[in-house]
């Protein structure tokens, strides 16, 4: 390696495409001793595909068989789920990520069919400290009342009284409280703690 980049250095000094040594370069010191051959990288295989991002367990398990039968006539007319969601941004674990969507205004829920009222926004954090090991709870109120009317979890399966609910995630994992929708349609509770356990020491 060392013979090659002399030679090349040579080589360029000849055609005097190094220039004239720097001011106090000192003369009696070759200028090829200040030159070091450049590594050469090992090549890299040009045919190998670039490493793809493995599909999350969650999204595996939903996209597995199991959800349709495949014997009724139906089913064709059903629009895939992947079709349906393709141009909704997608979280971490590769699900729709709604509240992004509601944001950017790629999905506008309806209050009605009719679509002729307006949403009854409830800007409110509702703190859940008892969470043992865990960071505690906040529950935004906002993010769920810009698309759901205060009926669709008061009185069931919340009830509106403070301490009236004692929420394991026992519970959310068969359906219960939260798992009404998390776990099914929104994000899973599983793989997304911090989204929910969110609140610092001092918070």
Request: charged content about 25%; aromatic content about 6%.
């Amino acid at each position: 390696m060392r013979r090659r980049g002399a030679r090349l250095a040579t080589a360029l000094l000849a055609a005097g495409l190094l220039g004239t040594p720097p001011a106090g370069f000192p003369g009696d010191i070759p200028l090829l001793a200040y030159l070091r051959a450049y590594p050469v990288a090992p090549a890299e295989d040009e045919t190998r595909a670039p490493p793809r991002r493995e599909e999350h367990a969650a999204r595996r398990a939903l996209s597995g068989p199991g959800f349709h039968d495949p014997a009724n006539p139906d089913l064709r007319h059903l629009q895939r789920h992947d079709e349906a969601v393709a141009a909704l941004p997608k979280d971490g674990n590769g699900f729709p990520d709604w509240m992004r969507a509601l944001r950017e205004g790629r999905i506008a829920p309806r209050t009605s069919l009719k679509g002729d009222t307006e949403p009854e926004v409830l800007d409110l954090d509702v703190i859940m400290r008892n969470t043992r090991e865990m960071p505690p709870v906040r529950f935004p109120h906002k993010a769920h009342t810009l698309w759901l009317a205060c009926a669709n979890c008061h009185p069931e399966p919340f009830e509106p009284r403070a301490g009236a609910n004692r929420i394991a995630m026992a519970d959310i994992f068969r359906g219960r409280y939260c798992g009404v929708c998390h776990d099914r349609v929104a994000f899973i509770t599983f793989y997304s703690c911090p989204r929910c356990h969110s609140v610092g020491a001092g918070g």
